[in-house]
C-alpha cells in the first residue's frame, strides 16, 4: 500500500504529503493544536501560462509576467508568475490544510517573505509549515499567537518563505 506522500491524487487536488498531520481535523482545530517544533507538509497545486498572465495583467503587469516574447529573453528564460501570485498559492495550501476553519481569528501579517526563485507553469507546488513558536495571550487568555515558518517548493526548489501570525481560539480558554 503507498504511503500519503506517495498516493496519488487523480483530480490533481491538494493533499498531505506526509504521513504526520494534526490529530484534529481543520474543523476542530484550535490553538492548543499546534504544537511548537511541529514540522508538515502538504501539496500540490501548479498554474499555467495563461492564469500566470490573467493574474499578472490585473496585479502585477510587469513583462515577464505578461508578454511571452520578452520573458523569453529576459533574465528567467520565460513567463514566470508574480510572486504575489506565488504568495497567493502558497496561501491557498495554508488555508485548505493547516489553518483552523473554526479558530482562525485573523493574523496581525507576515514577516521576511521572500521569493528566492521563480514559479513557472506547470510547477508542482508543495509546502512545509514548521510551527515556530505558539503561546497563549496574555491580554486576551482565550486566544493563543502561533508563529508558522512557511516554505514553498516546486520539486525540491524553494520558491517562497515566509513567517506567517496567526491568532487562533483556544478550546479551554481558561487556562
Given at each position: ?84 501570485q506565488t504568495a497567493g498559492l502558497f496561501m491557498r495550501l495554508y488555508a485548505d490544510h493547516y489553518l483552523s476553519r473554526v ?72 487556562l
Amino acid at each position: 500500500m503507498a504511503s500519503m506522500a506517495e498516493a496519488a491524487d487523480e483530480a490533481g487536488n491538494s493533499r498531505t504529503l506526509s504521513e504526520a498531520d494534526f490529530a484534529v481535523p481543520l474543523t476542530d482545530r484550535y490553538f492548543e493544536d499546534y504544537a511548537q517544533g511541529a514540522v508538515y507538509e502538504y501539496g500540490y497545486t501548479s498554474v499555467t501560462e495563461p492564469e500566470i498572465i490573467e493574474f499578472a495583467r490585473r496585479f502585477d503587469p510587469q513583462p515577464m509576467h505578461v508578454d511571452p516574447e520578452y520573458a523569453a529573453t529576459g533574465p528567467f528564460g520565460g513567463i514566470i508568475a508574480s510572486g504575489w501570485q506565488t504568495a497567493g498559492l502558497f496561501m491557498r495550501l495554508y488555508a485548505d490544510h493547516y489553518l483552523s476553519r473554526v479558530a482562525s481569528l485573523a493574523s496581525p501579517g507576515i514577516d521576511e517573505l521572500r521569493w528566492p526563485a521563480p514559479v513557472r507553469p506547470g510547477d508542482k507546488l508543495w509546502i512545509r509549515t514548521t510551527i515556530v513558536e505558539a503561546r497563549r495571550s496574555r491580554s486576551k487568555p482565550d486566544r493563543g499567537l502561533v508563529h508558522t515558518h512557511g516554505e514553498m517548493f516546486a520539486d525540491d526548489r524553494l520558491v517562497l518563505s515566509l513567517t506567517a501570525l496567526n491568532f487562533l481560539a483556544a478550546r479551554n480558554p481558561a487556562l
